[in-house]
């Protein structure tokens, strides 16, 4: 099997199966132009280990602790951020699909600040075909507000997190963990508003500055796989995250929402 392709968030990956032919993927993956494979934003290496020698010389290495078991053998992976590669070796038993999966997430991940996404702690929700954003804490409403949405015949991406992307001024959201297999559609849409939930005893929206909107998404933005950042990008993770939630709200409209969990929210939303 040759180098193939995948797009998820505008994002492209060239994947190079480099010693084994186990099929093709290309009936899960989106088309990429011409252009977008001379431009990619990342590269996986993925190297199957027919006898378990690379693998057993890394166990004895230094590097022993970062080879992980699945239920069909072992894998070891490796970053290089400089250069936005990922490289994974892996034995004979560990399923490709297992593996690109991982391989593709773990590479959003450690790449994050590089392609300019970050990971949001917020219910996401699909109204007149715009996808609005409602960030909360732990506890703040997000399944509440969730579930009248979908009492009301609206589509709810996610109850508690998405993946945010930058693309020049406009922003985009969606799933995340990615799943590269057969009937799981890549779901991104352009973000068309951000909510902050606070409970109170009345629905209303409100206005509020950019510093207060900024004060209150960062910690919501940077409790979700902050651990998954590569060593020695974590100092600039934060700021990272300030940098794209600033210029978010610079081009996405945001608004407090005061609500009383009663499904007349719905309707206050649409005032605005």
């Known amino acids: 099997m040759g180098k193939f392709y995948f797009k998820r968030l505008g994002t492209v990956a060239g994947v190079n199966p480099m010693n084994f032919d186990k099929g093709s993927f290309a009936n899960v993956l989106a088309p990429v132009t ?5 431009d990619m934003d990342m590269e996986i290496y993925l190297y199957e280990d027919k006898r378990g020698a690379i693998i057993d010389r890394i166990k004895k290495g230094r590097l022993g602790d970062r080879v992980e078991e699945t239920g069909g053998g ?7 951020t400089g250069r936005r590669k990922t490289f994974y070796f892996f034995e004979s038993g560990v399923p490709l699909g297992y593996l690109l999966n991982r391989a593709v997430n773990r590479s959003f991940l450690a790449f994050q600040s590089i392609l ?9 929700i699909v109204m007149d075909d715009r996808l609005y954003l409602f960030v909360a804490p732990s506890g703040g409403g997000k399944s509440t507000v969730s579930s009248f949405a979908r009492e009301a015949g609206f589509s709810v991406l996610d109850e508690e997190s998405c993946v945010v992307k930058r693309k020049r001024d406009r922003f985009f959201a969606g799933l995340f963990p ?19 939930l606070n409970k109170s005893g009345t629905n209303k929206v409100r206005k509020i500055s950019a510093i207060e909107a900024v004060r209150r998404a960062l910690p919501e933005a940077t409790c979700l796989y902050h651990d998954h950042v590569p060593q020695g990008g974590k100092a600039g993770y934060r700021k990272h995250v ?6 978010m709200f610079e081009n996405v409209d945001f608004r407090l929402l005061d609500f009383n969990k009663h499904p007349g929210v719905l309707s206050c939303l649409r005032s605005t």
């Open 34 to 38: 011409a252009a977008e494979k001379m």
């Open 242 to 247: 300030f940098q794209l939630l600033n210029l």
């Open 178 to 196: 990615f799943c590269l297999l057969p009937g799981h559609a890549d779901k991104e849409r352009e973000v068309g508003g951000v909510f902050f």
């Open 74 to 80: 072992s894998y070891f992976e490796l970053f290089d």
């Open 116 to 124: 300019d996404i970050f990971f949001l702690h917020c219910a996401s």
